[in-house]
């Protein structure tokens, strides 16, 4: 079995009082450093898979109801350390995941989560966290079905940070003390970051983009990818149709009425030939 | 606990911890304060810290409080990145200082209300697992009814969170804050004998308790200063 078409399940140890057994949807994660090109690319294949008639929820970084002031003015005191810096985050993501990405699971969107997991474990661990302790407070995280990684080298990110917007004090990883000058310093926290993510890819399976690439080569090769996943999703709800169709098709019983026509909600291009 | 998430070794912390634990209702806020005046007047260095004040997520905390948004598992983080503000700027640096502190709960109240909630038990205890081992932590045990009495006869009203009305237990307050503290009684009972609890029976006179306390506190001092000077 790929890892896409794992069972929904936690990193950890999960919510023991949310049923997450019947979520319908599939959650896409984009992970990759800051100043990637993260966000175009998820407005542009939210856009693509909305023309394509998918229910899509995007969700990101910081963006909770509950925490987001709390984590701009924190970011702005500058007195957060390693410790309630990962906790805000766990907060921030708890709230989103609870109350935005499940309820959107199981009505069967699409959810675009704009970094995950991988992004506080990446600032995190090159903050001196204990990587076993960040792993387990995230525990209560869903696996997702795809995790997209915008793969840049540093001195590729430097020139386009540079013409979008700047150097911003997080993003250069200020906080940590690792020189005074912002430049350096943006360079070699960047870097450290970078080398996470690399490392993370390889464990948790990411699918790999260049992100050094044009946004439309980008976003063709992310379309591509999630194509397939959706794919393979309907299939494998099809299947579990039948299989629970089965024994009422072969049956002599007097059986209650189908439900394969509502189950799967319709799909749009690309049909099943099946 | 164990010293995870690069917090320091008691070693480097010549300070002493103790920490009050308990139910609402229990009486622990009065003994504290008790042994507060007893520790100044002897002469000592004390400071005391209280459970969810820090100023750091106070916003949020009373957003998600005013507005029901909180779940059991946001619930927990809020209360853990508030003690670890609290860790890092009121209790670490004090004790580095050589000073008494005195914190009103602890993380053993994380681990009894959130597991009351309904979260993963080895995930809230691998959450505080930065957090430093207490010199003495005291549980003032008492029977539900008598803090529920307590309770009800102090106050008009029971906040909604303080009686897990968010868990749906029972839509009349008091009802609710019964078989919540309830639940978070059991939870205190489990730990007592796992997290070697001083376990003061919070029924007895005000005095008596504090007598127990302050024996128990001094022996925690004479302890050390043997050991500083062998």
């Given at each position: 079995?790929?890892?896409?078409?794992?069972?929904?399940?936690?990193?950890?140890?999960?919510?023991?009082y949310?049923?997450i057994?019947?979520l319908?949807?599939?959650?896409i994660?984009?992970?990759?450093?800051?100043g990637?090109?993260r966000?175009?690319?998820?407005?542009?294949?939210?856009?693509w898979?909305?023309v394509?008639?998918?229910?899509?929820?995007?969700?990101?970084?910081?963006?909770?109801?509950?925490?987001s002031?709390?984590?701009?003015?924190?970011?702005a005191?500058h007195?957060?350390?390693?410790?309630?810096?990962?906790?805000?985050?766990?907060?921030?993501?708890?709230?989103?995941l609870e109350?935005?990405?499940?309820?959107?699971?199981?009505s069967?969107?699409?959810?675009?989560?704009?970094r995950?997991?991988?992004?506080a474990y990446?600032?995190?661990?090159?903050?001196?966290?204990?990587?076993?302790?960040?792993?387990?407070?995230?525990?209560?995280?869903?696996?997702?079905?795809?995790?997209?990684y915008?793969?840049i080298?540093?001195?590729?990110?430097?020139?386009?940070?540079?013409?979008?917007?700047?150097?911003?004090?997080?993003?250069?990883?200020?906080?940590?003390?690792?020189?005074?000058d912002?430049?350096?310093?943006?360079?070699?926290?960047?870097?450290?970051?970078?080398?996470?993510y690399?490392?993370?890819?390889?464990?948790?399976?990411?699918?790999?983009?260049?992100?050094?690439?044009?946004?439309?080569?980008?976003?063709?090769?992310?379309?591509?990818?999630?194509?397939?996943?959706?794919?393979?999703?309907?299939?494998?709800?099809?299947?579990?149709?039948?299989e629970?169709?089965?024994?009422l098709?072969?049956?002599?019983?007097?059986?209650?009425?189908?439900?394969?026509?509502?189950?799967?909600?319709a799909?749009?291009?690309?049909?099943?030939q099946? | 606990?164990?010293?995870?998430?690069?917090?320091?070794?008691?070693?480097?912390?010549?300070?002493r911890?103790?920490?009050?634990e308990?139910?609402?209702g229990?009486?622990?806020?009065?003994?504290?304060?008790?042994?507060?005046?007893?520790l100044?007047?002897?002469?000592?260095?004390?400071?005391?810290?209280e459970?969810?004040?820090?100023?750091?997520v106070?916003?949020?905390?009373?957003?998600?409080?005013?507005?029901?948004?909180l779940?059991?598992?946001?619930?927990?983080?809020?209360h853990?990145?508030?003690?670890a503000?609290?860790?890092?700027?009121?209790?670490?640096p004090?004790?580095?200082?050589?000073?008494?502190?005195?914190?009103?709960r602890y993380?053993?109240?994380?681990?009894?209300?959130?597991?009351?909630?309904?979260?993963?038990?080895?995930?809230v205890?691998d959450l505080?697992?930065?957090?430093?081992?207490?010199?003495?932590?005291?549980?003032?045990?008492?029977?539900l009814?008598?803090?529920?009495?307590?309770?009800?006869?102090?106050?008009?009203?029971?906040?909604?969170?303080?009686?897990?009305?968010?868990?749906?237990?029972?839509?009349d307050?008091?009802?609710?804050?019964?078989?919540?503290?309830?639940?978070?009684l059991?939870?205190?009972?489990?730990?007592?004998?796992?997290?070697?609890?001083?376990?003061?029976?919070?029924?007895?006179?005000?005095?008596?308790?504090?007598?127990?306390?302050?024996?128990?506190?001094a022996?925690?001092?004479?302890?050390?200063?043997?050991?500083?000077?062998?």
């Open positions: 079995m790929k890892a896409e078409q794992a069972p929904r399940q936690f990193f950890g140890h999960g919510l023991p949310a049923d057994e019947d319908k949807g599939t959650l994660t984009i992970e990759g450093t800051d990637v090109g966000s175009t690319q998820v407005r542009l294949l939210k856009e898979l909305e394509q008639g998918y229910g899509v929820i995007e969700t990101g970084w910081t963006r909770s109801e509950l925490m002031e709390t984590i701009g003015a924190a970011k005191g007195n957060l350390n390693q410790l309630t810096f990962s906790l805000l985050y766990a907060t921030d993501f708890a709230d989103r109350k935005i990405v499940i309820p959107a699971l199981r069967g969107f699409v959810v675009l989560a704009d995950y997991i991988f992004t990446a600032r995190s661990v090159v903050r001196g966290a204990d990587p076993a302790w960040i792993r387990s407070v995230f525990g209560f995280a869903l696996v997702p079905n795809m995790t997209l915008l793969k080298g540093v001195d590729e990110l430097i020139p386009r940070v540079l013409h979008s917007r700047g150097i911003d004090y997080w993003e250069a990883g200020m906080d940590m003390h690792i020189g005074i912002l430049f350096e310093s943006f360079r070699r926290y960047q870097w450290r970051l970078i080398r996470e690399n490392k993370m890819s390889r464990e948790f399976g990411f699918v790999s983009v260049n992100a050094s690439r044009s946004i439309d080569e980008i976003q063709g090769r992310i379309r591509r990818k999630v194509q397939a996943l959706l794919q393979e999703r309907k299939t494998q709800a099809l299947t579990e149709n039948l629970t169709l089965r024994p098709l072969f049956d002599e019983e007097p059986r209650p009425q189908g439900r394969v026509e509502t189950a799967a909600p799909p749009i291009s690309g049909v099943l099946t | 606990m164990t010293s995870a998430a690069g917090s320091s070794g008691r070693t480097l912390l010549p300070g911890l103790i920490v009050v308990g139910i609402d229990s009486g622990k806020t009065t003994q504290i304060k008790l042994l507060h005046k007893w100044e007047a002897q002469g000592q260095q004390v400071f005391f810290t459970w969810n004040s820090s100023a750091l106070r916003q949020a905390t009373r957003r998600g409080k005013r507005k029901n948004l779940t059991p598992t946001t619930f927990s983080l809020l853990a990145t508030d003690f503000d609290r860790l890092t700027y009121h209790i670490i004090y004790l580095k200082a050589g000073m008494t502190v005195l914190a009103d993380v053993y109240t994380a681990f009894a209300r959130d597991i009351a909630r309904g979260v993963d038990a080895r995930w205890k505080y697992a930065f957090a430093m081992k207490p010199d003495v932590a005291f549980y003032f045990k008492v029977p009814d008598v803090a529920v009495d307590r309770i009800t006869s102090a106050r008009e009203k029971i906040k909604f969170y303080e009686a897990g009305m968010d868990l749906g237990l029972s839509p307050p008091v009802e609710s804050f019964r078989l919540f503290q309830g639940r978070v059991e939870e205190y009972g489990r730990m007592a004998a796992a997290h070697s609890f001083q376990v003061i029976d919070g029924t007895r006179s005000i005095d008596s308790q504090q007598q127990k306390v302050r024996e128990i506190v022996r925690l001092f004479d302890k050390r200063r043997l050991t500083e000077a062998g």
